[in-house]
């Protein structure tokens, strides 16, 4: 079945550091792909997407490629700030029966310091 | 406009009881969407409504758990004869319609924990 695996965390960062946070999917098909953030005492936002191969989702400063040869989707931000803290979920969606159904990581806790 | 809102955002219930968690989706929208997060792991599909109808019951992981949406709008998760490893927040999410590429709008959850 599909799955997705993310890198583990959690992920401490000094303001201004470059992230990246891993993402590797495994599906049949030809997926969609996603970054969903959720914030302390918040719920799931929808940060990011890519629809196709070779697509690029950013959002915020933040930016995902979509890449079916490496069956990878990388979050990348060049300059993280305190407000960035958060838990980083990536996820695919595949259409399954008329209905995108949606295959969540395990989600990466990012802390970013002053 | 309003979001997807889910009440009670806490539930706390002891072992053997009957819980229900409530989802209020985005009006207008046809597509819901439950979810288990327990901890520390990502969102785990429970299953899916389109209008009133569960299209996809797949992810209820037993017969103890059952969800309705009479009328298309407001759905119910209802877990019978709880357990300690029901213990996890509920998420629910909607969107316009099932299909590519509507995106899930989710609420803040209901955190279940059962003693």
């Known amino acids: 079945g599909d799955s997705v695996t993310q890198m583990e965390g959690p992920v401490t960062l000094s303001e201004e550091a470059f992230l990246t946070i891993n993402c590797t999917y495994t599906?049949?098909?030809?997926?969609?792909l996603f970054w969903y953030v959720q914030y302390p005492g918040e719920g799931l936002q929808l940060l990011l997407k890519a629809t196709k191969a070779d697509d690029k989702g950013s959002n915020k400063g933040f930016e995902a490629t979509y890449r079916k040869e490496t069956t990878s989707f990388h979050l990348e931000k060049g300059s993280v700030q305190v407000s960035d803290s958060a838990v980083y979920f990536c996820a695919l969606s595949r259409n399954s029966g008329g209905y995108q159904k949606v295959t969540f990581g395990t989600g990466t806790k990012l802390q970013v310091i002053p | 406009g309003a979001g997807v809102s889910q009440t009670p955002s806490n539930k706390v219930t002891e072992k053997g009881k009957y819980v229900e968690l409530r989802c209020d989706p985005i009006s207008g929208h046809t597509a819901l969407y439950w979810y288990r997060q327990s901890l520390g792991q990502g969102p785990e599909f429970l299953i899916y409504f389109q209008g009133t109808g569960a299209a996809d019951d797949s992810g209820l992981p037993n017969d103890r758990f059952f969800a309705v949406r009479p009328e298309g709008s407001v759905s119910t998760l209802k877990i019978q004869r709880t357990e300690r490893g029901d213990s996890a927040v509920y998420l629910c999410?909607?969107?316009?319609?099932?299909?590519?590429?509507?995106?899930?709008?989710f609420g803040p959850g209901t955190r279940l924990t059962v003693l």
């Open positions: 599906a049949t098909g030809y997926p969609s």
């Open positions: 999410a909607s969107s316009l319609q099932g299909g590519n590429p509507n995106e899930q709008f």
